[in-house]
C-alpha cells in the first residue's frame, strides 16, 4: 500500500514539474509565432537552456502589454486554478507549490501599470489565495491522502512534520496572495495617487488579511497575514492628502484603533497599532517636534509642514471615542489606550510647555484612575450594556468587527465557488 502511494506521489509531483515548464514554453511559443518580435526563441536550442531562458525572457518583455500575451496567460491561469480547484476538492496539497510558482512567475512577468491586469488578474487571484488559506486552515494539516501515508516511512508518528509543512505551505499561500494585492496597489497609486479613494482600497485589503486571518491557527501564516493588514495600513496612510489638516490626522487616528480591535489576538499587530496611535495622539495634543516630524516622515506620511496640536475639544472627543469604542467591544488594550490618550488630552491643556509637568499629570491620571476602578467600573458596566443594546438594534446580534463578519462571509463563498464543498464534505465523512 505505501508502494502504491509512493508510485502515485512520484508520478503526481513529476506531471507538475513537466508542466511547470514546459506549459509556459508552449503558450509563449503560440504568441511568438503570431506576434511580431525579435526575441529569436524559435530559433533558441532546448539543449542550452541559458540561452533559451533569455530568449523567453526577451520575449515577455516584448509582448507582455499585447493582447496575444493576455490571451495565453488566460488560458495559463485557467489550467493552473483548474489545478487548485482540484487539489482543494481531493485535498492534494502536495499541487500547491507548482500552483504558487506559477501565479507568482505570472505576477511578475505581467504588466503593473496595467489597470485590467490588475482587476482581472492580480486582485481575484489574491483574494481566491487568501480564501483558500482559510479553506485549508479548517481542513486540517494532514488530509492529504498520499502525502500521509507516505510520510509513515519517516517513523509512526509523522505529524510533526506534517504540522511544519502545513503551516510553511499556508504561508507561502499568503504570501503570495499579499503579493497580488500588493501588485494590485502598485497600478492603482499610479491610476488614483495620493486620494482618498487609494486609502480606501488599502483598507479594504488589510481588512481583508484580517478576515482571512480569524480561522487561521497557525502561528506563521497568521503573523503573515497580520504583518499584511499592518503593511497596506501603512501604505495607505502614506499616500493620504493633505496630512497636515486636523481631520485627515483624526481619522487616521480612529482608524488605527479600529485596526487594533480587528487584529485582536496578534502581539505584532497590536504592538505596531498600539505604538502608531500614542505616537499620532502626541503629536494631536502636542505638536510636533523636529525629531517627532523626522519619525513620521520616515515611516508615516511625507508631508514636508510640521504639524500643530489640534483643539483639545476635538482630540478629547477622539480620545473618548476610543475609549467608548472599547469599551462596547470588551477590548482591555483599547480602553488602556483611551485612558492614555485622555490623560494626555488633560495634561495638554494644563501642564503647559514643560515636559515633566505633563508626564506628572498623566501619572497623576493614572493614579487617580487605579483608585477610583470600583467607582469607574459602576458606571462602565451600564455603559457597555446600553452600547451594545444601541450596537445590536442597529446592526444586528453579533456586531463585533462587523467588516470583518462581512468580509469572512465573503471569503467563504469564494471558496464555496472554487471547490465543491459537497464532494469534499463526502471525501472527509468517507475517510
Known sequence: MQGTHAVRLAILVSGMNSMLFALPA???????????????????????????????????????????????SSAYIMVWMFVLRSAMTLRLWTCRPFVLLSLNALCAASPYGSLGWTLCFRVPIGVCLLAMVMFMESAGNGTDPILQ???????????????????????????????????????????????????????????LSLAARLDCNGAMVSLCLATSAVVFFLIGIRFLPEFHSARTRLIVFLLCGRLCHMGHGSLVLNSICGAALCFQFASLAFGESPWASEVRRRLFHGDPEQLRKVPFAARLLASTLLFLHGVSTHDTLLITLGCFCIYTSM?????????????????????????????????????????????????GAETRSWELGFLHGFLHDVTNIMSDKAGATNLITSG
Open 347 to 395: 495634561a495638554s491643556l494644563v501642564a503647559g510647555d514643560s515636559d515633566l509637568s505633563r508626564a506628572l499629570v498623566v501619572a497623576l491620571c493614572g493614579l487617580a484612575t487605579t483608585f477610583l476602578g470600583e467607582v469607574a467600573q459602576t458606571y462602565v458596566a451600564p455603559l457597555q450594556a446600553g452600547i451594545a443594546l444601541l450596537e445590536q438594534s442597529t446592526f
Open 26 to 72: 508552449v503558450l509563449m511559443g503560440i504568441v511568438d509565432r503570431h506576434v511580431r518580435n525579435t526575441a529569436g526563441l524559435s530559433q533558441a536550442s532546448i539543449y542550452d537552456p541559458i540561452a533559451l531562458g533569455g530568449k523567453f525572457f526577451e520575449l515577455v518583455l516584448q509582448v507582455r502589454g499585447t493582447f496575444a500575451f493576455a490571451v495565453a
Open 149 to 207: 501515508e507516505v510520510l509513515r516511512w519517516l517513523g509512526p508518528h509523522p505529524a510533526p512534520f506534517l504540522e511544519l509543512l502545513h503551516g510553511v505551505l499556508q504561508t507561502g499561500t499568503a504570501v503570495t496572495a499579499s503579493l497580488c494585492l500588493g501588485s494590485g496597489l502598485a497600478c492603482a497609486s499610479y491610476h488614483f495617487g495620493a486620494s482618498w479613494l487609494y486609502f480606501m482600497i488599502c483598507w479594504s485589503f488589510s481588512s
